[in-house]
């Protein structure tokens, strides 16, 4: 089971962290991954991390503001966010799952996922 929290409301420009705490086992091939959703659009992938080495891996639209992170003796990751924008509103969800390097980009490859954790960047 996946928990995510942090979100909150910020002004553009500012900072939020989420977290999301694995209350299970992690297995060392997998994946932990973030996603989003705006209002009227699909989910998108956001970044993922992998929970062996140090692997990372981010959407272009965060790259550089955002960074994934991991604490493995809490089971968590985190998602600091930071030079936020109007356009990053969105809820954001966490998914843990194996699947192919290939495909680590896809939601569609998770099984497990949090609930999600709503972010809204104001103007």
């Known amino acids: 089971q996946l928990q995510a929290s942090g979100g909150g409301v910020v002004q553009a420009g500012g900072s939020l962290r989420l977290s999301c705490t694995a209350s299970g086992r992690i297995f060392n091939n997998w994946f932990i991954a973030w996603f989003r959703q705006a209002p009227g659009k699909e989910r998108e992938f956001v970044a993922y991390?992998?929970?062996?080495?140090?692997?990372?891996d981010y959407s272009d639209s965060v790259k550089g503001r955002f960074t994934i992170s991991k604490d493995t003796a809490k089971n968590t990751v985190h998602l600091q966010m930071d030079s936020l924008k109007p356009e990053d509103t969105a809820v954001y969800s966490c998914?843990?799952?194996?699947?192919?390097?290939?495909?680590?980009?896809?939601?569609?490859?998770?099984?497990?996922w949090g609930q999600g954790t709503q972010v809204t960047v104001s103007s």
């Open positions: 998914a843990a799952d194996s699947p192919t390097w290939a495909r680590a980009r896809s939601d569609r490859r998770y099984k497990y």
């Open positions: 991390i992998m929970w062996s080495g140090t692997t990372a």
